[in-house]
């Protein structure tokens, strides 16, 4: 199974996956990673921290891939506008290359988000090894919906040249 088609993951639930009560804002809960041995796809499930305790030494576990703390944040009603065009282009160009799931654009994937983790728009959340290659968890910070980006080992000479071509193509989505 390529590891690439099995990485869609859905946003942060707004309730524990176990009680279904609902998160208040700043509560602190866990995110976890499973792999659905039937569909052979990694899902999300969210947990409360009393959830999380009772589960996380049972048989459910056997499948689970990757789990981290987090604080849940509600999401503003009103739909701010987002800060700066920069972030948003980025975000949005690391979504389209992620749907598109060109192996060509792995480099620039990552480099977007290097650049997103450094504005803090991606918070990393954990390093797995998957076959060969480490795969690097990041949870946005705004909708807790996670990104799963492949390191592809970059060499520092390699480097500047994705960051010119990101940069390329960043100058170009926002005209």
């Given at each position: 199974?390529?590891?690439?088609?099995?990485?869609?993951?859905?946003?942060r639930?707004?309730?524990?996956?176990?009680?279904?009560?609902?998160?208040k804002?700043?509560?602190?809960?866990?995110?976890a990673?499973?792999?659905?041995?039937?569909?052979?796809?990694?899902?999300?499930?969210?947990?409360?921290?009393?959830?999380?305790?009772?589960?996380?030494?049972?048989?459910?576990?056997s499948?689970?891939?990757?789990?981290?703390?987090?604080?849940?944040?509600?999401?503003?009603?009103?739909?701010?506008?987002?800060?700066?065009?920069?972030?948003?282009?980025?975000?949005?160009?690391?979504?389209?290359l992620i749907?598109?799931?060109d192996?060509?654009?792995?480099?620039?994937?990552?480099?977007?988000?290097?650049?997103?983790?450094?504005?803090?728009?991606?918070?990393?959340?954990?390093?797995k090894?998957?076959?060969?290659?480490?795969?690097?968890?990041y949870?946005?910070?705004?909708?807790?919906?996670?990104?799963?980006?492949?390191?592809?080992?970059?060499?520092?000479?390699?480097?500047?040249?994705?960051?010119?071509?990101?940069?390329?193509?960043?100058?170009?989505?926002?005209?």
């Amino acid at each position: 199974m390529p590891i690439s088609n099995s990485w869609n993951i859905r946003p942060r639930s707004n309730q524990c996956s176990v009680t279904n009560k609902e998160f208040k804002d700043g509560e602190i809960f866990y995110a976890a990673i499973f792999l659905n041995q039937e569909t052979n796809f990694y899902e999300r499930s969210d947990f409360s921290v009393e959830a999380w305790d009772r589960t996380a030494h049972s048989e459910e576990t056997s499948s689970l891939f990757s789990f981290w703390r987090s604080t849940f944040e509600k999401k503003e009603e009103n739909g701010k506008a987002r800060e700066v065009v920069e972030k948003e282009s980025a975000e949005v160009m690391l979504r389209r290359l992620i749907d598109e799931n060109d192996p060509n654009s792995e480099n620039a994937r990552y480099i977007l988000a290097v650049m997103l983790e450094r504005k803090k728009i991606l918070l990393p959340t954990d390093v797995k090894k998957e076959k060969k290659a480490m795969m690097l968890f990041y949870e946005h910070h705004k909708s807790g919906e996670v990104f799963i980006i492949r390191d592809p080992v970059l060499k520092l000479d390699e480097i500047d040249k994705i960051q010119e071509e990101v940069s390329v193509w960043l100058s170009n989505e926002q005209n």
